[in-house]
């Protein structure tokens, strides 16, 4: 038993499925039309390939002609009514001249049109054949009594909801998309009027300065330079242009592909490696497999070869700019910061090439590594904003250089340093133990200190802190708060164990108490600022607690973190504390 093949449902399946949009027969006829001129050629005949598209607007139909090699009866019976043979089977493995590799593409004039007609005459055999086909199944071949050209003829009856494409101006249009820059003459014909399709030079053989106005022109918007790409595994040449403007990681790249020089997708989004986001291509190639609806490549071992030696091509030309063209090169990398960094991020050789341009944001404000390397060969990175935030005044005043790691590729980025400078040490900062690089306190000082930390510590000790004292810069500065985001974790369970029902409360109690020992944050008191030298020194036990409890919901503040509801009430009784104290020492006063 054979299976059944419903011809209507392949229909419906090329049109609402398979093909983009139904002007795709275009390419397809002329897909067929040039490799039939290349094989006639094959055997040594003179005649010089012309493909002829003819417009009958009056009667809603079309032809495209070929002076090709033409089919025999037996072929007719082969490629026309086997779905999925071809005649270029036997060198669809091989690099050669043909375009097409399946035999559906005629299948796609049953999306416009309900009857294909041809007419052909073998260069091999001397009868003249008409064959007619249906979208049912159905077909019937007859010999011709007149005797017509060597080659091949296609009419085609164009549907209602179909009809523009036997109008001059849509016709012209989609030959242009698909072919113009074929080397085999396409002419369009209506009546006594006609004009050759393809007289135009491809991107990928125009020098730069050509590209560029090409670029202008179709895409309009003015490209920064023009890469050449070249691939010799894949018989694969073409451009990429430098975008003008800053793209989005996720936005769909668009490369306009060719294969031996037709259309086959103006939106191949996976030709050129990923990282390279920055530009886009216009690339021809000789040697990739389609896929089935020719709008897309196989993604097999020779594709991948391909895209990564078209994306060296790209490396090899930043490499060379550096040294030619600084200027553009440092536009390049302001434009297409994000896109650079994630290249540098992915790849060793990019990395060495672009890690001294970029910019990052420090205790020292935003500088580029080169810069933050000639004056600085010890790095701290944090692994968070809310990190970088608590510390990165107070770094500077200790003239630490601490790098804001929270920005995407940031800190994986800095932590490579060594990697091209040994001499360069790089940590990431341990937040809590930030405080530890201040300078500590004399014996007698901290004798002196000491009953004021514990009444800090009890006083914070609700609130998942604890306190110390250090001597640091600048001296406005209080207190710093510091939280990692472990403390973070566990105060979120707090709050989810206070509002969740007793089963789950349950749950993240055991997970809370038992199962992790928990953390705290750090509270540090700076012994060089007044403030926190006159609470000290108060000996009043309400003010000392007044003074701790308003400069632990202030570092709150000014750190960006958010108050719980204990917090706030802290903070609201504290300030109202101090105002209570001054009014009623201003009304001593006045008595």
């Known amino acids: 038993m054979n299976f059944q093949v419903n011809l209507q449902g392949i229909i419906d399946l090329l049109s609402n499925h398979l093909y983009s949009d139904p002007g795709v027969f275009v390419r397809e006829l002329l897909q067929n039309a040039v490799d039939a001129v290349t094989a006639r050629k094959r055997l040594g005949h003179i005649a010089e390939g012309k493909v002829a598209v003819e417009l009958f607007p009056s009667s809603h139909t079309i032809s495209f002609m070929d002076n090709g090699i033409g089919l025999t009866a037996s072929e007719i019976e082969q490629f026309l009514a086997r779905i999925g043979s071809t005649a270029k089977k036997a060198d669809q493995d091989s690099a050669d001249d043909y375009i097409g590799q399946f035999g559906v593409g005629l299948l796609s004039c049953f999306v416009i049109s309900d009857e294909i007609v041809l007419i052909t005459r073998s260069a091999l055999e001397g009868d003249s054949l008409e064959w007619r086909g249906k979208p049912d199944g159905t077909y019937v071949t007859n010999k011709l009594k007149r005797t017509v050209p060597i080659g091949t003829t296609v009419y085609l009856k164009l549907k209602p909801e179909y009809e523009e494409y036997a109008e001059w101006y849509k016709m012209y249009q989609q030959l242009e998309r698909f072919g113009k820059y074929l080397e085999t003459p396409i002419v369009l014909m209506e009546d006594k009027d006609s004009r050759q399709i393809n007289d135009t030079t491809p991107p990928w053989r125009m020098g730069k300065a050509e590209a560029i106005s090409y670029i202008e022109d179709s895409e309009y918007e003015k490209p920064m330079d023009i890469i050449p790409l070249k691939s010799l595994i894949g018989d694969t040449e073409g451009i990429a242009y430098i975008l ?100 540098a991020a992915e790849d060793e050789e990019l990395y060495e090439l672009f890690i001294l341009h970029l910019s990052f944001e420090t205790s020292f404000g935003d500088l580029k590594m080169a810069d933050i390397l000639r004056n600085h060969r010890t790095v701290m990175v944090t692994s968070s904003f809310d990190e970088f935030r608590q510390v990165a005044r107070v770094a500077k005043a200790q003239n630490m250089m601490v790098i804001n790691g929270g920005y995407v590729h940031d800190l994986e980025l800095v932590r490579k340093l060594p990697s091209i400078d040994e001499q360069v040490q790089v940590s990431v900062l341990d937040i809590l133990s930030f405080s ?65 029902n007793t089963l789950f409360a349950e749950v993240i109690h055991v997970i809370k108490d038992e199962l992790y020992e928990k953390p705290y944050a750090r509270l540090c008191f700076n012994y060089n600022n007044p403030i926190v030298r006159k ?21 709150l503040l000014m750190g960006n973190h958010p108050l719980s509801s204990e917090e706030l009430r802290l903070m609201n009784e504290s300030l109202l504390q101090f105002m209570n104290m001054g009014l009623d020492r201003n009304a001593e006063v006045g008595r």
């Open 244 to 343: 003008p403007y800053s793209v989005s990681l996720q936005d769909e790249k668009r490369h306009k592909v060719y294969l031996k020089r037709v259309l086959l997708s103006e939106k191949m989004n996976n030709m050129l490696p990923s990282w390279a986001f920055f530009v886009n291509g216009i690339i021809n190639t000789n040697s990739l497999r389609p896929t089935a609806s020719r709008e897309s490549f196989q993604e097999n071992d020779l594709f991948c070869a391909v895209r990564d030696e078209l994306g060296v091509c790209i490396k090899r030309y930043l490499l060379e700019l550096v040294d030619k063209d600084p200027e553009l090169f440092a536009r390049i990398v302001l434009i297409h910061y994000a896109s650079l960094k994630t290249m």
């Open 436 to 500: 530890s690089r201040f300078e500590s306190l004399g014996r007698s000082e901290r004798d002196e200190v000491q009953p004021f930390l514990d009444l800090a510590d009890r006083l914070l000790a609700p609130y998942q802190c604890r306190s110390l004292i250090k001597w640091f810069e600048p001296a406005d500065i209080p207190v710093l708060f510091n939280i990692n985001q472990e403390v973070n974790f566990f105060k979120m369970m707090e709050e989810s164990e206070e509002q969740a």
């Open 535 to 555: 609470a000290i020194a108060s000996g009043d036990l309400k003010l000392q607690q007044n003074s701790i409890e308003l400069l632990y919901t202030q570092a």
